[in-house]
C-alpha cells in the first residue's frame, strides 16, 4: 500500500538520519558502522572488520532494522528553518 503524503515512514519515525554512528550484531558479534542511506524501515550500515568470515559475506556493508541499532554519535543536524511566506504570496 502506498504511504499518504501525510505519513512517516518507519526510519522517518526513527532517531537515526544518514552520517549517525551506529553500534549493532552481527554473529552476535557487535560492530560500529556509519548509516549511509535509509529504507522504508531500514539503514544501509557501512563498517569495517578484520573478521575473513564477516568481510566475505558482507562486504564492509549491511542492511539492518533501525530497531537493532543503538546510537553511538549522532551527526549534526541541520537546523529546520521555517520559510516566511513572500509578499506575493497569500498565506495559507
Known sequence: MPKKNDELTETE???FEV?????FKIKKDDFTGTIEKGYKNAFL???K???PDIID????KTVINWKD???IKQ???PEKVE???KEDEPEK
Open 19 to 23: 552520517g549517525d554512528v551506529v553500534g
Open 57 to 60: 559475506s558482507y562486504h564492509d
Open 75 to 77: 551527526a549534526p543536524r
Open 13 to 15: 519515525k526513527s532517531p
Open 69 to 71: 541499532l543503538t546510537m
Open 49 to 51: 572488520t578484520d573478521d
Open 83 to 85: 520559510e516566511e511566506p
Open 45 to 47: 550500515v557501512s563498517f
